[in-house]
């Protein structure tokens, strides 16, 4: 069985690699072996452990693909997926309310994330 919120991470850091710097596929594996040594369970949104990681782009990315996946998950069976629109509307609600300061690129960061988590969870299963 597949990790769609670290197979999304996975894309997206490939896809943001050429920006934001070559090590962002490594670090982003780190933040997703890290996830699983922490108290949470997978998919759980821990806006406080972002923060104190400094806000780095492979935190970030795998939060957003938590939070996400979440959001997507979240919905009755019978309804249909939420846009894009919606998720991110969503992300920056929640991080807006947990006073998350976010870094320069943020917003391409959230987008890449959802592109690829809706993508995921359009796969068969």
């Not at 594996?29 to 821990?46: K, M, S, V």
């Not at 693909?65 to 969503?90: E, G």
Request: proline content about 11%; overall charge negative; charged content about 20%.
């Amino acid at each position: 069985m597949t990790d769609p919120i670290a197979d999304a991470a996975r894309s997206a850091a490939v896809i943001l690699a050429p920006g934001l710097g070559p090590n962002l596929p490594a670090e982003v594996e780190a933040a997703l072996a890290a996830r699983h040594t922490d108290e949470q369970r997978p998919g759980q949104y821990d806006p406080l452990a972002i923060a104190s990681l400094g806000i780095g782009a492979a935190s970030l990315i795998v939060s957003i693909a938590q939070l996400a996946w979440s959001i997507i998950s979240d919905q009755p069976k019978h309804t249909t997926a939420p846009s894009p629109d919606v998720i991110a509307r969503q992300i920056r609600i929640t991080m807006r309310e947990q006073d998350i300061p976010l870094p320069p690129g943020a917003e391409r960061i959230t987008d890449v994330v959802i592109t690829e988590i809706t993508r995921q969870a359009s796969q068969p299963p």
